[in-house]
């Protein structure tokens, strides 16, 4: 599966954005997206996940209440909404995929499809 991010931006902090993430293929309901970042000189770090069927989500501690994952499967779109932004937000944001239908992660080496990430870019 192909994957391509789009929709960051520069934004103040408190302000809201919704990046999105489209998977080439026709079985984009048989994988757990996940929603990564990575700010310069820093780790991959993850930030949330969702699976197959959009029911089960998992978020990392550093965004759980001020981000939501989504996903249409009819469009093969998987969604970040980000609320309450911080400068600490400021990062390249990457959407992978995991060949699987429930089994969430926060470990980026068990996603094998990742898409080219998308800069958030958050003033203080």
């Known amino acids: 599966v192909q994957l391509q991010a789009s929709g960051g931006g520069l934004v103040q902090a408190g302000d809201s954005v919704n990046v999105s993430c489209v998977a080439s293929?026709?079985?984009?309901?048989?994988?757990?997206m996940g929603w990564f970042r990575q700010a310069p000189g820093k780790e991959r770090e993850f930030v949330a996940a969702?699976?197959?069927?959009?029911?089960?989500?998992l978020y990392g501690d550093s965004v759980k209440g001020r981000f939501t994952i989504s996903r249409d499967n009819a469009k093969n779109t998987v969604y970040l909404q980000m609320n309450s932004l911080k400068p600490d937000d400021t990062a390249n944001y990457f959407c992978?995929?995991?060949?699987?239908?429930?089994?969430?992660?926060?470990?980026?080496?068990?996603?094998?499809?990742w898409g080219q990430g998308t800069q958030v870019t958050v003033s203080s």
């Open positions: 992978a995929g995991r060949r699987s239908y429930y089994s969430t992660s926060r470990d980026p080496t068990d996603y094998a499809y």
């Open positions: 969702i699976t197959g069927n959009g029911y089960g989500t």
């Open positions: 293929g026709r079985t984009f309901v048989n994988y757990v």
